[in-house]
């Protein structure tokens, strides 16, 4: 039988969902239940990952060692993990801090593309003896031939795997297929997978990565996490189990985990909307949708022709102020019709 790790980020994918602001308490019940039910690794931070509280992306309602050290203190069997993009977090004033709150996985991220700008951060990682995966986001917008040789730059730099965000919700299942069958057969290390739900695909696409030699899967507790919502974690976990998948969660304990996140961490559960759907369809991510929403309103635009145009322009997380320049243009253009 497979073993399917599952990382579970409804504590730093989930924070997109509220502008950033779990509390230390959020932190401590919710990790509590996850540890409880067997989840392998649980991920928690700031929606951008650590060292990225700030005013463009949002300001977190508390620190990163907070977080950390209150998720550590109740995590006994799970693996603490966090998000790290570099730009944000740098060694010495955020990966160093991380490792001595008690961080296990350090999952060291960048666009698709941009493979290059994760080597210093995961190469120090690897030197202090902590567990570091590669994260590639917004793989949609790579072929296929690009993403392989940006995972291999990460595999080279000492990751221990490879793990492609569908950051933007924007795969069908055959794209995860080529895209996953790809990497399997060129990497010697574990590929892993991040979905997003803006089409309803995240848990098809999930198991489906599953099939083609995707080790490590990605799921939050009813699919707290920005936009539309992550991969549905209890689902994924019944769904995989079903297939014939080991993921080493407790069924129950999950489920009970995910009414305790829908009772104490969320305000409301991610559902599919309009925004989402046209998020996905042009290919935008996700966590732009709360932003998109609020600008689109104080500039009297649809969100939905804001979403294809930001497409147009293939923005990427970190541009949020170009939501503002392409709602400006639309006003000029008429605004809503």
Same mark, same amino acid.
């Given at each position: 039988?497979?073993?399917?790790?599952?990382? *579970? =980020?409804?504590? &730093?994918?989930?924070?997109?969902?509220?502008?950033?602001?779990?509390?230390?308490?959020?932190?401590?019940?919710? #990790?509590? @239940?996850?540890?409880?039910? +067997?989840?392998s690794i649980v991920e928690v931070g700031h929606g951008n990952g650590i060292g990225a509280s700030s005013i463009q992306v949002g300001l977190?309602?508390?620190?990163?060692?907070?977080?950390? &050290?209150?998720?550590?203190?109740?995590?006994?069997?799970?693996?603490?993990?966090?998000?790290?993009? =570099? +730009?944000?977090?740098?060694?010495?004033? /955020?990966?160093?801090?991380?490792?001595?709150?008690?961080?296990?996985?350090?999952?060291? #991220?960048?666009?698709?593309?941009?493979? *290059?700008?994760?080597?210093?951060?995961?190469?120090?990682? &690897?030197?202090?003896?902590?567990?570091? $995966?590669?994260?590639?986001?917004?793989?949609?917008?790579? =072929?296929?031939?690009?993403?392989?040789?940006?995972?291999?730059?990460?595999?080279?730099?000492?990751?221990? %795997?490879?793990?492609?965000?569908?950051?933007?919700?924007?795969? $069908?299942?055959? *794209?995860?297929?080529?895209?996953?069958?790809?990497?399997?057969?060129?990497?010697?290390?574990?590929?892993? $997978?991040?979905?997003?739900? /803006?089409?309803?695909?995240?848990?098809?696409?999930?198991?489906?990565? #599953?099939?083609?030699? @995707?080790?490590?899967?990605?799921?939050? %507790?009813?699919?707290?996490?920005?936009?539309?919502? /992550?991969?549905?974690?209890?689902?994924?976990?019944?769904?995989?189990?079903?297939?014939?998948?080991?993921?080493?969660?407790?069924?129950?304990?999950?489920?009970? #985990?995910?009414d305790i996140a829908e009772r104490e961490v969320m305000k409301e559960i991610p559902t599919i909307k309009s925004t989402?759907?046209?998020?996905? !369809?042009?290919?935008?991510?996700?966590?732009?949708? &709360?932003?998109?929403?609020?600008?689109?309103?104080?500039? /009297?635009?649809?969100?939905? *022709?804001?979403?294809?145009?930001?497409?147009?322009?293939?923005?990427? %997380?970190?541009?949020?102020?170009?939501?503002?320049?392409?709602? !400006?243009?639309? %006003?000029?253009?008429?605004?809503?019709?």
């Open positions: 039988m497979q073993k399917i790790i599952i990382s *579970d =980020p409804t504590l &730093r994918d989930g924070n997109h969902a509220v502008r950033h602001q779990l509390s230390r308490e959020q932190i401590a019940i919710y #990790a509590k @239940a996850a540890d409880l039910a +067997g989840v977190a309602k508390e620190t990163d060692e907070v977080l950390l &050290r209150t998720a550590r203190e109740n995590l006994k069997k799970s693996k603490l993990g966090v998000h790290c993009i =570099p +730009g944000f977090a740098t060694v010495e004033a /955020n990966i160093k801090p991380a490792i001595a709150a008690g961080v296990d996985v350090f999952r060291i #991220a960048s666009h698709c593309t941009e493979a *290059d700008t994760t080597r210093n951060h995961i190469e120090f990682v &690897r030197t202090q003896g902590k567990e570091v $995966f590669g994260v590639l986001m917004m793989s949609h917008m790579a =072929p296929v031939e690009i993403l392989v040789e940006e995972a291999l730059k990460m595999e080279s730099y000492g990751a221990e %795997a490879v793990v492609i965000m569908d950051s933007a919700g924007a795969y $069908f299942p055959k *794209d995860v297929e080529e895209r996953i069958t790809a990497l399997c057969s060129a990497l010697k290390i574990q590929v892993g $997978f991040h979905g997003h739900n /803006n089409l309803g695909m995240a848990v098809y696409n999930s198991l489906v990565a #599953a099939q083609c030699g @995707a080790t490590i899967l990605d799921g939050c %507790a009813r699919g707290f996490g920005a936009g539309a919502g /992550n991969t549905q974690l209890e689902v994924l976990v019944a769904v995989l189990e079903r297939e014939g998948f080991s993921t080493g969660i407790d069924l129950y304990k999950i489920l009970d #985990a995910s989402s759907i046209v998020s996905g !369809l042009s290919g935008v991510f996700s966590g732009f949708m &709360r932003h998109v929403d609020r600008v689109s309103k104080e500039y /009297n635009v649809d969100p939905r *022709d804001v979403f294809f145009k930001l497409g147009e322009r293939k923005v990427v %997380a970190g541009q949020e102020d170009v939501i503002v320049e392409v709602a !400006l243009d639309l %006003a000029k253009k008429g605004g809503k019709k």
